[in-house]
């Protein structure tokens, strides 16, 4: 990737230049590392200070005035020990970290908070300033690294943000993993902690300990023996204050809005875009483009990390319009229009959906335009409609666009103007799947170009490989902020564990339950695939329940004509794989079910996104099989609670049953074989090739299939299953 000319400065190659970005984010990493290293430090510094001192130190929040969404100090403290105990954070705590020297540098353990780093007010409460904005992008550059997969490590009885550190070196040095960290060799009070504690206690600051000079002396009263008393009488303290300030943050949740005081017409841009965003009810920001908005006007690269439905569309699509408008008030005289900005999206939907809102805030620009070019459509028409349409503004998914690059008609001429590229979904985009299509497309459009990437979920890995997309002075803008939750507050969420035979058995019941409670209902059904898809939207509709199915063996129009209605509609259950999991802005849904694992944990994020937007109230289901509860793991840092399983009734059952006896057996085949193609490619299934097949055929049973039907030999092969028992081969 790096796009443009196919040497580099230096006379690097291509592959060395990448290699030398990835050397200096690699060290830059480091280095922020280190400063979280340090706040954490002097965090645990100003508490001991103010301990010994015998203060409270002034943010402790007296109860209910806590301010909504803030961080106790403690949290933030833990938070901060958690960030360490972190795979991948263990060298932080290894060379540096001088042997224990506890008598000279005692670290008292019940700590009373100092004053917390208020990240959600970072990214929200102070506006307009220049202040806020330095404020914002000091936390956006604090807060690298920090993934938001936090466990409870330092939440659990074992561990007090003091000892993460101790644990932290025992880890880093063993090469153990966390569980390791939390059993009983650990916890307070037994022997060999108090023997590790001696031994390691202090994780000496050493060359961090800029203010050891300045200390003043250990207090004897505070040492040795009291300490792991103090440790827990501190833990007592936070769990208390803990429970008082989620009672706080519920209350603050339900009153929650996504949006800030600051108003559009505050910002640089141009009166015809504000009108038109008037005449949409866009009169405030949300936080998210409060945040970014005035970094993209400025021409920054920026990478934003929101929460879903909160408005990072109109983020990026307003300073593309204004990137529009200064580049052609400079340069009118072209014979072709060039392209002066690119949005990619990884689905269709979502790129007509962008394409639409584009639409709607250029309402009043006459001679700007935009078009959509997607896959499932003519190509002859969509060239057709670039010829009499000209535009500006390219809104893509990559297979069609590379369709387009790739013949000669004169479309990457056109890009050579470009001025502006927007990955939306961007950690998806960067994705293995996706990622060839991207490194193509960046090769045929300049390298001097402002680049935008947005997602709800920003994993570690992709934002290493985002800086190659991105300038290097590119700023993070993450207004989810560090140890805060990635799902949408209002959201409930919950999980059911049951064997596959009870699964339709259950969707149905659940969908009964929930049409029951909410005349309104507004439901979306997610599948692990495309057949799956077809195979319960089949089921459903024949139970007579309200059903569309939308998946990608659906022809574009219908998939186009489904999502309309969607979109329009109360009283209908959308049953979808996952094109419709990402960026989709369907209004008012009510309930989403996510039958089987989703492929990640971002994907879980996304697809639980589709309710709860604009701070509105939502639910979530997920219901496992006994053995994909490993994947429970994966998200358990989110606030997702287990259901008791719901008893279900004969009538139910019978009814179920009933139904999938009439399916089209070629619906059951195709559902079985796409199950198996889908769990075959996830690789931290942990399960071998066998166990796996026994499940594909327990899922069979349940589809009503007696026998597991044949595959193709050369499937087999492909997916590794050949000569594996249980599999049968078409003759
Ligand atoms: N400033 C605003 N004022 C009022 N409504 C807004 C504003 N900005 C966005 N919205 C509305 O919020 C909803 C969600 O916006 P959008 O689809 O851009 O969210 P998103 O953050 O891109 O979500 P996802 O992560 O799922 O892609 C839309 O209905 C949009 O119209």
Redesign the pocket.
């Known amino acids: 990737m790096g796009g443009g000319p196919r040497t580099f400065p230096g006379g690097l190659s291509k592959w060395q230049y990448k290699r030398m970005h990835e050397k200096l984010a690699r060290e830059k990493e480091q280095r922020l590392l280190q400063q979280e290293k340090q706040i954490y430090q002097a965090r645990l510094r100003a508490e001991i200070r103010a301990k010994v001192a015998g203060k409270s130190t002034s943010n402790d929040y007296p109860g209910a005035s806590a301010p909504a969404g803030r961080m106790s100090s403690k949290e933030h403290i833990k938070a901060l020990a958690d960030r360490f105990m972190k795979q991948g954070a263990e060298d932080l705590w290894n060379k540096d970290d001088g042997p224990i020297r506890t008598k000279t540098n005692p670290r008292p353990p019940n700590l009373p908070p100092p004053r917390p780093l208020d990240l959600r007010k970072t990214g929200s409460e102070k506006r307009g300033s220049i202040g806020s904005l330095e404020h914002r992008r000091h936390f956006s550059r604090w807060s690298r690294n920090t993934s938001s997969d936090e466990d409870e490590v330092g939440e659990s009885d074992s561990v007090s943000h003091s000892e993460s550190g101790l644990l932290k070196n025992f880890w880093s040095r063993d090469g153990r993993a966390v569980e390791d960290l939390r059993s009983s060799r650990f916890s307070i009070g037994s022997q060999n902690y108090e023997k590790d504690r001696k031994k390691m206690s202090g994780a000496a600051l050493r060359n961090y300990d800029v203010k050891m000079n300045k200390r003043r002396a250990p207090r004897p009263d505070i040492e040795g023996s009291q300490l792991s008393e103090e440790i827990k009488e501190f833990r007592q303290e936070m769990r208390n204050r803990a429970s008082v300030e989620t009672g706080i943050n519920q209350q603050a949740a339900n009153e929650e809005s996504?949006?800030t005081q600051k108003r559009?017409d505050e910002h640089d841009i141009s009166p015809l875009t504000i009108k038109a965003?008037s005449s949409?009810?866009?009169?405030?920001?949300?936080v998210?483009?409060e945040a970014a908005l005035p970094l993209c006007l400025e021409g920054k690269d920026v990478l934003v990390k929101?929460?879903?439905?909160?408005?990072?569309?109109?983020?990026f699509l307003l300073p593309a319009i204004e990137a529009v408008l200064r580049t052609s008030s400079t340069n009118s005289t072209h014979r072709v229009s060039p392209i002066h900005v690119l949005i990619i999206s990884p689905t269709r939907e979502?790129a007509i959906?962008l394409a639409a809102?584009a639409n709607v805030l250029l309402r009043y620009h006459d001679r700007l335009g935009v078009q959509a070019l997607i896959g499932g459509t003519r190509f002859k028409l969509d060239q057709r409609r670039l010829e009499e349409n000209p535009c500006q503004i390219i809104v893509a998914t990559p297979g069609r666009l590379l369709d387009h690059i790739e013949n000669k008609s004169g479309f990457s001429v056109r890009l050579m103007g470009l001025k502006m590229l927007i990955l939306?979904?961007a950690d998806h985009l960067l994705d293995l799947g996706f990622r060839k299509d991207i490194e193509k497309i960046v090769d045929c459009i300049p390298r001097q170009r402002q680049s935008l990437l947005?997602?709800?979920t920003i994993p570690k890995e992709v934002r290493r490989i985002s800086q190659l997309l991105l300038k290097r002075d590119h700023i993070f803008v993450d207004t989810i902020g560090f140890g805060l939750i990635e799902t949408p507050e209002k959201v409930f969420q919950s999980y059911l564990v049951a064997p596959h035979e009870l699964h339709f058995y259950l969707v149905y019941q659940i969908l009964k339950e929930h049409m029951n409670e909410m005349a309104d209902y507004k439901v979306i059904v997610f599948c692990t695939t495309a057949m799956v898809t077809a195979f319960i939207y089949v089921l459903l509709r024949d139970l007579k329940m309200n059903v569309r199915e939308m998946h990608s063996r659906k022809p574009q129009l219908y998939r186009t004509r489904i999502s309309d209605e969607f979109r329009e509609s109360k009283g209908l259950t959308l049953v979808t794989s996952d094109v419709s999991a990402?960026?989709?802005?369907y209004?008012d849904v009510t309930l989403v079910v996510q039958v089987g694992i989703p492929s990640d944990r971002e994907q879980y994020i996304?697809r639980l996104?589709?309710t709860g937007?604009?701070g509105k109230a939502g639910k979530g289901i997920l219901l496992l099989a006994p053995w994909e509860e490993y994947f429970m793991n994966e998200i358990k840092d989110l606030p997702i609670k287990r259901c008791q399983l719901p008893e279900l009734s004969s009538d139910i059952k019978h009814k179920v049953e009933q139904s999938v006896e009439k399916i089209d057996l070629s619906i059951k085949e195709a559902a079985y074989h796409a199950w198996l193609g889908y769990y075959n490619s996830i690789t931290d299934i942990g399960r071998d090739k066998t166990t796996l097949v026994e499940l594909a055929n327990r899922f069979c049973q349940s589809i009503g299939l007696d026998r597991p039907p044949a595959l193709f030999r050369k499937t087999a092969l492909k997916m590794g299953l050949k000569g594996i028992p249980g599999i049968n081969i078409r003759k």
């Open positions: 996504i949006l559009f965003l949409a009810g866009y009169i405030n920001m949300t998210v483009q929101a929460k879903t439905g909160t408005g990072k569309s109109a983020a979502l959906q809102e939306d979904e947005f997602s709800a990402r960026g989709v802005n209004p996304h996104g589709r937007r604009e």
